[in-house]
């Protein structure tokens, strides 16, 4: 039996839990909110595609022709879609693979590897496909694939399952029309080198030397895109 006096003192003394969607997003948490962030965000914009009537797609999708007038597209391109299954194909890829190498790099350094290999995928369908259109998250993707890849082989894993994921999926791009192949080496090669930089860069005395690094390789990018352009 207890008072009723006794139990209201328990009560306010006992420590309020927070929410779970709040603890979710502190630093302890091992939840990839980052990866399920940017499955939101990627299914949200489809949302506005299809309300827009495709003005959000115009305004967000990258052609390497515009790329002087409109850079940011660049990266926005990763974030539209070109229907439904396209969409989804991208979503569950992002949910297989993201949650793995969130965890291995932590969130910060994993949302920078994600938009510097989105980043990769559109400077590569600049130099290669200059006179092409193209949008979706598979450039990114391909990047956490390449960082997969370093990252496992670094470890010791055994990479044979990866690999063959990876030769699967570009050789798709050359076989199938309406696929970036192009998009998807530029976003492989980019996530392969930051996980590089991440693996080579692990102790703490080395933050500053990673971050100026991986700031070198997004600089790279930014400054062949700007070479490009200026050659058009």
């Known amino acids: 039996m ?11 003394n006992t420590p309020k839990r927070a929410p779970g ?25 489809f949302i506005l595609q ?14 390497p022709v515009l790329t002087e007038a409109r850079p940011w597209t660049m990266l926005t391109a990763a974030f539209v879609h070109l229907g439904i299954i396209h969409l989804l194909v991208n979503m569950y890829s992002l949910f297989i693979f993201g949650p793995i190498i969130e965890r291995l790099v932590g969130r910060a350094r994993y949302l ?8 990769g995928g559109s ?9 092409g259109a193209v ?40 076989f199938i029309s309406g696929i970036s192949w192009q998009a998807h080496i530029g976003g492989l090669v980019a996530g392969a080198a930051v996980a590089f930089v991440y693996l080579e860069t692990r102790q703490a005395n080395q933050r500053n030397a990673q971050a100026l690094m991986v700031a070198a390789i997004a600089v790279a990018l930014v ?4 070479v490009r352009v200026l050659a058009f």
């Open 2 to 12: 207890h008072c009723p006096e006794c139990v209201r003192e328990a009560r306010q």
């Open 21 to 45: 969607i709040v603890t979710a997003f502190r630093s302890s948490s091992n939840q990839p909110v980052a990866t399920y962030t940017l499955i939101a965000v990627n299914v949200l914009v």
């Open 50 to 63: 299809l309300a827009t009537n495709d003005a959000v797609t115009k305004a967000l999708y990258y052609a």
């Open 112 to 119: 920078v590897l994600y938009l510097i290999a989105a980043l």
């Open 123 to 131: 400077v590569a369908v600049l130099l290669l496909a200059p006179t």
């Open 135 to 174: 949008l979706g998250a598979s450039g990114a993707i391909f990047g956490l694939l390449g960082a997969f890849f370093v990252i496992q082989r670094r470890l010791g894993g055994n990479n044979v399952q990866i690999l063959i994921v990876i030769v699967l999926n570009l050789a798709i791009g050359f």
């Open 223 to 226: 400054a062949i895109t700007v």
